[in-house]
Structures are given as structure tokens and as C-alpha cells.
């Protein structure tokens, strides 16, 4: 099985002047000039966002593409999944993402290019769709529990840090049952996974964090993970 990196917030879209985590990405493919295939289903195939995607990876010393439903590029997605590299996931509303990518069966090509060693990575909804559930504000008006695709174990929440209403959410989650055991993480921090285990947590800021929550009785215990800020130090 290959990496899957599930960034909680940052990379090209939120962190235009600072690619290290997209760097971070490219790098794990092993490849000098990595094919990467940003996938924009959580956006609805947002123009602006692909357009974004291309001007800060043609900077990148990569062969970038797009995986768009609206409309597909081929009727043949497995084969132009299985061509590239690395995929990487947008952000936007994670309940469409999954019920399209089922719709697609992009699911079902997109474990198989994990398990034949290709790079799986991510922002927000990117990020979480790869975990059996997740954290998500896909339906408006509230925090709540959205249904992932399983490649990993347990739940994650991104924008950890970002958005005031994710860690009281992910808590209260937890507390009611709601949800299980799992990961958070702040935006500017990705949790490397190779295979299903986490190999280790980097960051785009020197601030960012990652942690595991867990359910104890009727309160949730919070633990920091150790993190590698990317950048320079001092």
C-alpha cells in the first residue's frame, strides 16, 4: 500500500506563498517528475480551483492533471487513475465527494491504486474522506458525522485549529457516541499515513499541530501528537 497524506488545511489553496506541504507531497512518490491528478469533486469541479491547482504546481517540478465529474476526462477513469502518481484530493463538501466518487466507482479504482502503491493526499474533505468516518460541516448549520470510505481506521477532523466550531464539535461527537475514536488535525499540519499506519506528522507552520481523541467514559482525552515543522527553524 501507498502514503496517504491528509492534510488538515494548507497546501496550494490556503497557503499559496508557502509549498511545503505540497512539496512534502510530491517528494513521496519517489518520482523526479511525478504525474500528480488533483481531484476536485468536493468543489463541485470549481473552475477557480482548478485553475488555482495548475498555477502553483506548474511552479513544481511535476506533470500535473485533473480528475473532473463535471464532466470526466475519459470513459475509461480507471486506466487515468492508474496512470498517474499521486492523487490529490480538494476540499468543499465531503457527503457529495463520497456518494460521487461511489457513483463512479472511483472508490473502488482509487483503492486499487493505493494498494498497488500510488500517493493518496488531501485538504479537509480530501483529507477525511480516506477515514471510515469523519468531521464535517457538509450539512449546513452544524458539526456532524459523515461517512468516509474506510481506507484508514476511525474518524478525522481537519481544520482543527481553523475554524472555531471543529474541536467543541469533534468533542461533543465523541462524547455523545456519535462517532469514534480518531484524529485531528490543524490547519498547516498532514498526518502521514503509509499503508494504514501513521508513519508521522509534518508541518507547513512552525505552530501547527496534529492530535488523537479518544472517548473516556463520558469525557474525551486529547493527546498532541509529535510533529516535523518542514521549514526552517529559529
Known sequence: MGPIIAMGGGGFSMEPENPLLDQYVLKQSGKKKPKVCFVSTASGDSVDYIRRFYRAFKKLDCEPSRLTLFPPPTSDLEDYVMDKDIIYVGGGNTKNLVALWKAWELDRIFRKAWEEGKVLAGISAGAICWFEEAVTDSVPGRISRVEGLGFLEGSACPHFDGQEERRPGFHRLLREGAIGDGVAADDGAALH????????????????????????????????LESVYLGEKG
Do not use: C, I, N
Open 193 to 224: 499515513f503509509l499503508g494504514k499506519e501513521l508513519k508521522q506528522v509534518v508541518t507547513s507552520r512552525p505552530r501547527a499541530k496534529a492530535y488523537r481523541l479518544q472517548r473516556r467514559g463520558d469525557r474525551v482525552v486529547e493527546r498532541e
